[in-house]
């Protein structure tokens, strides 16, 4: 069992930055995928980065690819998502999600929330224009 816990959101202008962090809980963070996810009001929840359980790889969205950068540390057993040059459809709740490696051979292009076995509470992002 993993417990994950999100922080970091907050209001933010057009343009500014942001970061998140999210906490896991457990002795093998190091065997997990990690995943960002974000939902808006009305809309699906949307796959935004994924890094895979060495941290040696990281995939994007196309819609924040250059702009967020996904990151982890196993010795802290956190996950980071960098957010830059924010705009206001980037508002929404953001969501970590995790994933039990089921093979050293596996990938990590996890991009739907429904691959992962863990996820957090959530928190807000809002960017105004």
Known sequence: QVQLVESGGGLVQAGGSLGLSC???GRTFSSYTMGWFRQAPGKEREFV????WSGGSTYY???VKGRFTISRDNAK???YLQMNRLKPEDTAVYYCEA?????????????GPDQYDYWGQGTQVTVSS
């Open 61 to 63: 969205a196309d819609s």
């Open 49 to 52: 980065a994924t890094v895979r």
């Open 23 to 25: 906490a896991a809980s």
């Open 99 to 111: 994933r039990l490696k089921r093979s050293s051979a596996e990938t990590f292009y996890y991009t």
């Open 77 to 79: 057993n956190t996950v």
